[in-house]
């Protein structure tokens, strides 16, 4: 089963192609940590009955309920955040859970899944995550879905950079239509485009072709004529990626730049009370201002 890229978008707008973890290389990876749990679980329950006869019927059975959830939930959760993503099974078939944004997975995330995984794999066989995993588009399991998560490989290929504008072919791919332009389709015109230089001239001719009749039905209006396919298949991508890269430039918030330099902005102190202390008792007389008048000189006669 060929492993297909996965456009990703990570939180700075950057398109990431991801390969997705597909699932026979998940099952043989969850096989692997469905046996280490089971060997750690059974040496655990063979050291309880061993170690624990002392202690009462209730004691007893708390301790392996205690032991049997840290066993089948703790593992995942402690190896995925340790590791970032990576339990013994992952380790060995080269995968890694990461968010659906591509950033590392998290300790909530881990433990979204791994107690969705003590549900899917242990009380219901596995059956719920081999379902959700056929029918989802990213191979998720109900514990990625609830999580945030898919599960990557990072053994499968290396991508190559897209292609390069051809400065001959800038104009028509300004004005082209791609909204009909397939995922698939767009896909092997790049795996086509990284490998020409491996193939036989005649067959890359072909190969050229077909590929590029492919994607001049999806498109419109049509290259101009006598151009070579290899052209029009990189004008086609190059422009396409262009695209994307814009759409996510507009739809990211940018903070303002801080105006440095700039005095700071103060509000106005509030006005100042009407009363400045508690209210007056009973008997009390408000007292009577100093006379100011000029015809007695400023002098108040006694009362």
Same mark, same amino acid.
């Given at each position: 089963m060929v492993v297909q890229p996965e456009p990703l978008v990570t939180g700075d707008a950057v398109v =990431?192609? /991801? *390969?997705i +973890? &597909?699932?026979p290389i998940r099952a043989v990876s969850a096989f692997i940590d469905l046996t280490v749990v089971f060997i750690v679980y /059974? =040496?655990?329950v063979v050291l309880w009955a061993v170690t624990l006869t002392d202690l009462d019927t209730a004691a007893s059975a708390a301790i392996l309920? =205690?032991?049997t959830v840290l066993t089948t939930v703790g593992y995942p959760v402690v190896f995925e955040t340790a590791t970032r993503g990576r339990s013994l099974g992952?380790? +060995?078939m080269g995968l890694r859970v990461v968010s659906d944004d591509g950033g590392p997975e998290r300790f909530r995330q881990a433990l979204f899944r791994g107690l969705s995984g003590f549900v899917e794999f242990w009380i219901l066989a596995g059956a719920p995550a081999v379902i959700c995993s056929m029918v989802s588009a990213k191979g998720k399991r109900v514990g990625d879905v609830f999580a945030g998560t898919m599960v990557i490989s990072e053994r499968a290929p290396k991508l190559g950079p897209? #292609? *390069?504008m051809p400065a001959s072919m800038a104009w028509w791919a300004s004005s082209l239509q791609l909204s009909g332009l397939a995922p698939e389709t767009a896909e092997r015109a790049r795996q086509f485009l990284s490998r +020409?230089? &491996? =193939?036989?001239p005649a067959m890359r001719d072909q190969i050229a072709y077909r590929v590029c009749s492919e994607v001049v039905a999806q498109i419109s209006p049509p290259p101009p004529p006598g151009t070579p396919p290899q052209l029009v298949l990189a004008a086609v991508l190059a422009e396409r990626h262009r695209r994307e890269l814009a759409r996510l430039q507009r739809s990211t918030p940018v903070a303002p730049p801080p105006q440095w330099g700039s005095a700071p902005v103060q509000s106005p102190p509030p006005p100042p009370s009407p009363q400045w202390g508690p209210p007056p008792g009973p008997g009390y *007389? *408000? #007292?009577v201002a100093p006379s100011t008048s000029t015809d007695s000189g400023g002098f108040t006669p006694p009362s």
């Open positions: =990431l192609d /991801v *390969q +973890a &597909q699932l /059974v =040496l655990g309920i =205690l032991f992952k380790m +060995a897209p #292609p *390069q +020409a230089t &491996q =193939l036989d *007389q *408000q #007292p």
